[in-house]
């Protein structure tokens, strides 16, 4: 599934899921992947958020915020929402014949819609 993903975009999928992990999430959403592109200070995703007024910092405390705690559970494995699934395959679109960038997957979050996009799109983020 993520066969045309590049080196960085690869480390953003890794990131979210070890955030996925430490949340004691069973899924990797959309907001995990938003916050691994925060956290991974991609300069073109960094680039898009400052032309956009966007505060990285303060969208990631309402991530953090918002994707609050799961239970505690044996570990099973992790899975993919629905919209994560739709997001790559857009971002695979929007790069088209090139390897899949991080910024590729910030404008597959910020199309998909949902509450990682929202976050974006807030007064003062």
């Not at 599934?1 to 960085?8: D, Q």
């Not at 069973?26 to 916050?35: S, T």
């Not at 960094?46 to 990285?56: F, G, I, K, N």
């Not at 705690?69 to 971002?91: C, K, N, Q, S």
Request: proline share 6%; hydrophobic share 40%; with cysteine.
């Amino acid at each position: 599934m993520f066969s045309r993903f590049g080196p960085a975009a690869r480390r953003i999928l890794r990131v979210a899921e070890q955030e996925c992990r430490n949340h004691n999430h069973f899924y990797v959403g959309a907001e995990h992947m938003l916050y691994a592109l925060l956290e991974e200070h991609d300069p073109a995703v960094d680039d898009a958020l400052t032309r956009e007024q966007c505060s990285p910092s303060d969208i990631h405390a309402k991530l953090k915020r918002a994707m609050g705690m799961g239970d505690d559970r044996m570990w099973e494995g992790i899975l993919l929402t629905p919209r994560v699934r739709r997001i790559v395959t857009r971002a695979e679109e929007i790069a088209g014949s090139r390897p899949v960038e991080p910024l590729d997957i910030l404008l597959a979050i910020r199309c998909e819609g949902g509450m990682a996009a929202e976050l974006l799109e807030q007064p003062g983020s």
